[in-house]
């Protein structure tokens, strides 16, 4: 029995095998127990499992899987997950992106520096971590107010100068029933997460949506 289920495949242009086996590797070296699967029908029995990590930008996911999905959210599975691996998963499955609490719309300027800041310095998956730089994609995203929002960032594009100085959240959680729900907007490339800060992020969040 695994305590977690990652689940990659979509736009092979986000590397999904590569990620998924990093994930696993993160969840192993924290002592779980990790399926790794390239197919969504391993979305039909999650009996036992405390957490699941979609990497699967775009495509699409059958009604089964999806809802056997949610329920097991809403009954306390965590759902965690990255960038367009779970921000821009399953365009046409708005119960989905309910879920998530955001959905990718742009990212001007395309791979660029961008700052990360801090917004809540007090949860036990930022506590400790400063504000940071990173090169990657710099999301722009349509985000649900309900989110507990953990880090930003400012946009300052050239390609899109009419959305400068919005502030948007990078990382955040939210309650999905009575499962926990944890998102990050970084990771176009496996090496966006060699830093210790994103990558840091991402495990922290992974492991408290795990708890039950």
């Known amino acids: 029995m695994s305590d977690a289920l990652i689940v990659w495949g979509g736009w092979d242009g986000h590397s999904p095998e590569p990620f998924a086996t990093r994930c696993a590797a ?35 996911i059958a009604a089964e899987p999806l809802a056997a999905l949610e329920r097991a959210v809403r009954g306390g599975v965590g759902l965690a997950g990255f960038h367009g691996g779970m921000g821009d998963a399953f365009r046409d499955a708005p119960d989905f992106q309910f879920m998530v609490g955001g ?48 880090a930003t960032t400012v946009f300052v594009p050239v390609s899109a100068p009419w959305v400068a100085g919005t502030v948007m959240p990078v990382a955040w959680t939210r309650r999905h029933g009575d499962g926990r729900v944890f998102y990050s907007s970084i990771g176009h490339a496996p090496a966006d997460l060699d830093g210790p800060d994103a990558g840091e992020l991402l495990r922290r969040g992974m492991l408290w949506a795990s708890a039950r």
């Open 103 to 150: 959905q990718f719309v742009a990212h001007p300027d395309g791979i660029k520096d961008y700052d990360v800041a801090i917004a809540d310095r007090d949860h036990e998956i930022t506590r400790g971590l400063g504000d940071f730089a990173v090169r990657s994609e710099q999301y722009y995203m349509h985000v649900d107010p309900g989110n507990h929002v953990l």
């Open 26 to 60: 993160m969840l192993r070296d924290a002592g779980m127990q990790v399926e790794v699967s390239a197919s969504l029908d391993a979305l039909d029995d999650l009996d036992g499992v405390r957490l699941v990590v979609p990497i699967w930008t775009m495509g699409s």
